[in-house]
């Protein structure tokens, strides 16, 4: 049976999403009502201003940093529907969720860190990931499918065109995460945070 991408009932949460990200994107970096070094995310600075946990997924770099991240909207969104998604508010749901669990698994890894006086300083943001936990989760999905996700019928399936398509966007992705400038911790959390909500 052909694939229909055509728009459908699910689809506005996605258009929320990327509607967040470009206003967010022009208030900050073409407007500038507000430096974005406020909203980064900064471990050391997060007891004081928890806010950031969610201000550091909606900032980004630049115009491409966003456009990246755009078009892991539009991949996710292809993969769900590939899968058969049937949830008004799944990926909306998902987001808020992994903005928390992502935040706690670098927090356990800062707290190991610390155990051996190792103290990381750095700055991250963007919506990378929330996408890789995104493609941590399709990819598990794709072989054993997701019917509930927290009590509510998401109808996922699995697929293995999916399947071989989000294991080789995962393998480039988590590579390309080893180039100087990218949050390797950040996509590593976000797709570990992934595959955890994965098994909820």
Same mark, same amino acid.
């Given at each position: 049976?052909?694939?229909?991408?055509?728009?459908?009932?699910?689809?506005?949460?996605?258009?929320?999403?990327?509607?967040?990200?470009?206003?967010?994107?022009?208030?900050?970096? #073409?407007?500038?009502?507000?430096?974005?070094?406020?909203?980064?995310?900064?471990?050391? #600075?997060?007891?004081?201003?928890?806010?950031?946990?969610?201000?550091?997924?909606?900032?980004?770099?630049?115009?491409?940093?966003?456009?990246?991240? #755009?078009?892991?909207?539009?991949?996710?969104?292809?993969?769900?529907?590939?899968?058969?998604?049937?949830?008004?508010?799944?990926?909306?749901?998902?987001?808020?969720?992994?903005?928390?669990?992502?935040?706690?698994?670098?927090?356990?890894?800062?707290?190991?860190?610390?155990?051996?006086?190792?103290?990381?300083?750095?700055?991250?943001?963007?919506?990378?990931?929330?996408?890789?936990?995104?493609?941590?989760?399709?990819?598990?999905?794709?072989?054993?499918?997701?019917?509930?996700?927290?009590?509510?019928?998401?109808?996922?399936?699995?697929?293995?065109?999916?399947?071989?398509?989000?294991?080789?966007?995962?393998?480039?992705? #988590?590579?390309?995460?080893?180039?100087?400038?990218?949050?390797?911790?950040?996509?590593?959390?976000?797709?570990?945070?992934?595959?955890?909500?994965?098994?909820?």
């Amino acid at each position: 049976m052909p694939f229909n991408n055509s728009i459908s009932k699910y689809d506005w949460q996605y258009l929320v999403t990327g509607f967040f990200l470009i206003s967010v994107f022009i208030f900050i970096n #073409l407007i500038g009502v507000i430096d974005k070094e406020y909203f980064y995310f900064v471990p050391r #600075l997060i007891s004081e201003q928890p806010y950031r946990i969610i201000t550091s997924i909606l900032t980004h770099a630049d115009l491409n940093h966003l456009l990246s991240n #755009l078009g892991g909207i539009i991949i996710t969104r292809y993969f769900l529907k590939k899968l058969g998604i049937k949830s008004r508010f799944f990926y909306l749901k998902f987001i808020l969720i992994c903005s928390f669990l992502n935040f706690f698994i670098i927090w356990v890894y800062e707290k190991i860190l610390s155990y051996f006086n190792f103290y990381p300083h750095y700055a991250a943001l963007g919506f990378s990931g929330i996408i890789y936990a995104l493609f941590g989760f399709i990819l598990l999905t794709s072989f054993y499918g997701k019917k509930y996700f927290l009590g509510k019928e998401i109808g996922l399936k699995s697929n293995y065109e999916v399947q071989k398509m989000s294991k080789t966007i995962c393998l480039i992705g #988590l590579t390309f995460s080893f180039l100087p400038g990218v949050s390797l911790l950040g996509h590593l959390s976000g797709f570990i945070a992934g595959c955890f909500l994965f098994f909820i």
